[in-house]
């Protein structure tokens, strides 16, 4: 497998990212939702990132269909433990690929009232899109290769590799 993010690369992004929500959060509290299990490193990087005071949360989900192929069907396997209503939510996304888990995700969480909106994924594969969604922060946009580590997985593995590698078997 071919590293295609480095760990400093990540971490450098990260920090951007964090620096940027901090400033466009000022003075509010973001209420983080980390969608598991591939965001579980972003969220725990960029949250430390963030200097406000914040809150988070957890939400699971999972697309029909094996290994790499996406299929259009999403499943709630874990809900929120906390109500959104009156809260600035950030979604927290370890990739965006066709979009339809975010684009699920998003009708689902703007019926129950936030404040406000919007999503930060570490990767995007815009090439992939099948339906269009909306992206606030986005830590690097890549072309259309399976990726695995640094939280996203091949068959439930790789989740803990610092670097995000592209992976051959695909
Ligand atoms: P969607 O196609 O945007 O709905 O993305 C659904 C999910 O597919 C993501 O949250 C990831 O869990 C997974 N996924 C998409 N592309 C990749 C990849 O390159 N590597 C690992 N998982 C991926
Ligand atoms: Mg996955």
Redesign the pocket.
Same mark, same amino acid.
């Given at each position: 497998m071919k590293v295609l993010l480095s760990q400093e690369t990540i971490q450098a992004r990260i920090a951007e990212m964090g620096r940027q929500i901090t400033t466009e959060y000022a003075g509010r509290e973001p209420h983080l939702v980390g @969608?598991l299990k591939?965001a579980f490193p972003f969220l725990t990087d960029l949250s430390r990132a963030i200097e406000l005071p914040l809150t988070l949360d957890f939400i699971a989900v999972s697309?029909y269909g094996a290994a790499t192929k996406?299929s259009g069907e999403v499943r709630l396997i874990k809900d929120l433990d906390q109500g959104l209503d009156g809260r600035d939510l950030l979604v927290v996304? &370890?990739? @965006? &690929?066709?979009? $339809?888990? $975010?684009n699920y995700l998003m009708n689902l969480l703007k019926a129950r009232g936030p404040r406000s909106l919007k999503v930060a994924t570490l990767l995007s594969?815009p090439s992939?899109r099948l339906v269009q969604v909306e992206v606030d922060y986005v830590g690097f946009t890549i072309e259309d290769? !399976? @990726? @695995?580590g640094y939280g $996203? &997985? !091949?068959n439930e593995k790789f989740r803990n590799l610092k670097e995000i590698m592209v992976y051959g078997g695909a």
């Amino acid at each position: 497998m071919k590293v295609l993010l480095s760990q400093e690369t990540i971490q450098a992004r990260i920090a951007e990212m964090g620096r940027q929500i901090t400033t466009e959060y000022a003075g509010r509290e973001p209420h983080l939702v980390g @969608v598991l299990k591939g965001a579980f490193p972003f969220l725990t990087d960029l949250s430390r990132a963030i200097e406000l005071p914040l809150t988070l949360d957890f939400i699971a989900v999972s697309s029909y269909g094996a290994a790499t192929k996406t299929s259009g069907e999403v499943r709630l396997i874990k809900d929120l433990d906390q109500g959104l209503d009156g809260r600035d939510l950030l979604v927290v996304e &370890d990739i @965006v &690929d066709t979009g $339809l888990t $975010l684009n699920y995700l998003m009708n689902l969480l703007k019926a129950r009232g936030p404040r406000s909106l919007k999503v930060a994924t570490l990767l995007s594969k815009p090439s992939r899109r099948l339906v269009q969604v909306e992206v606030d922060y986005v830590g690097f946009t890549i072309e259309d290769h !399976f @990726v @695995v580590g640094y939280g $996203l &997985d !091949f068959n439930e593995k790789f989740r803990n590799l610092k670097e995000i590698m592209v992976y051959g078997g695909a």
